[in-house]
């Protein structure tokens, strides 16, 4: 089992930038994600990169805004987010999984969230 230490969420204002970090000890995976879950909305993908060869993977609510990005030596995946819109408000979960998939359910290992605001 792999545990995931998210870290780096916040307030901000609408148009800044956040950079989420998530920390995996354990066991290693295929892939590593980044989903996020406003109150009372399901969990919705963001996210992934191929640990292996670093492709990235982008829900198209953030392409062009959001980078995903892992340093292999520290075991850490980093969300970086610029141009923050309030409707990005959401706790923001790191997830490990071996499929190649984006669902929820195609992550085993998660980690217990990071809240990011964004304010108008």
């Known amino acids: 089992q792999v545990q995931l230490v998210e870290s780096g969420g916040g307030l901000v204002q609408a148009g800044g930038s956040l950079r989420l970090s998530c920390a995996a000890s354990?066991?290693?995976?295929?892939?590593m994600g980044w989903f996020r879950q406003a109150p009372g909305k399901e969990r919705l993908f963001v996210a992934a990169i191929n640990w292996s060869t670093g492709s990235a993977y982008y829900a198209d609510s953030v392409k062009g805004r959001f980078t995903i990005s892992r340093d292999n030596a520290k075991n850490t995946v980093y969300l970086q987010m610029n141009s923050l819109k309030p409707e990005d408000t959401a706790v923001y979960y790191c997830?490990?999984?071996?499929?190649?998939?984006?669902?929820?359910?195609?992550?085993?290992?998660w980690g217990q969230g990071t809240q990011v605001t964004v304010s108008s």
């Open positions: 354990g066991r290693t995976f295929s892939y």
């Open positions: 997830a490990a999984g071996s499929r190649g998939f984006w669902r929820p359910s195609d992550f085993g290992s």
